[in-house]
């Protein structure tokens, strides 16, 4: 697959994304989510692929929002469709990755940015980056799933405060909040995302992919969570992963997993 406005690339088995539009800031338009479900969806079948990092190119933006130049002669039904076929094909498609998706924010995260990192499964940040949901100063309110992400990671109450204020925060602020895992210097992002993805490599992945489905259950109100939990770590014990991890640590030796 040739890709316009991203660059992919695989690595010790991590698929490594980034949204090249740096004179944009790297804004979200159609072209580049269009590319960014791709991407995803083509990674779940991917066998070489255990893992997933997005970033953003240049050392200014991760991204700077969803392109507002593109929606503004938008109707209001033009305006839910944009909400919906976005949080449908790349955000939900994110959060629910079988493989982990790690966003590297290497700048300005905000709007659709801020949304599109809350929608990954973790978030490291560099020292310089700063994050944000500035909708509500363009009329809008964030719509690619930013309302529920943001008040599931920081708390209902300051999650209204970010989006009514529209404020930007700093990364350190950010990591304080929760929104944030880690903040590193801009220098050592990929390295520290690359210790992380390095471990992720070497755990089970059909393990990862079931604690995916078991925490997103506890945030999706159609399911429960602990009966999700149940069914998940059952289906474990029928891998051959789980019988690889066992007799690996009976015979004092490091697990070769298979993802089988
Ligand atoms: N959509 C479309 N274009 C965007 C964009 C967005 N969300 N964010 C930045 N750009 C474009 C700018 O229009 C500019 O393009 P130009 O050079 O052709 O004029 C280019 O990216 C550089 O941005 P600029 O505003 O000149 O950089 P800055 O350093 O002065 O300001 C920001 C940086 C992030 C503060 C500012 O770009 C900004 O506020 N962007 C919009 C953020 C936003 O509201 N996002 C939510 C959208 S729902």
Redesign the pocket.
Known sequence: MDYQQLIVETNNNILYITINRP???N???KEVLAELSTAVANAQNNQEVKAILITGAGE??F?????????QNYTLEEGKLLAKNGQETVFNAIENSAKPVIAAING?A????LELAMACHLRIASENA?L????V??G?I??YGGTQRLAQLVGKGKAFELIFT?D?IPAQEALQLGLVNHVVPLGNLLEKANEILGKINLRAPLALASAVKAVNAGFNSQLNGYDVEIAEFGNCFDTQDFKEGVSAFLDKRKANFKGK
């Open positions: 004179q944009k800031l804004a979200l338009n200014k933006a991204v700077a929002g969803a392109d507002i130049a593109e929606f300005f905000l709007g659709g940015g700063k944000g949901l500035p909708e100063t363009l809008l964030p719509g529209a930007m």
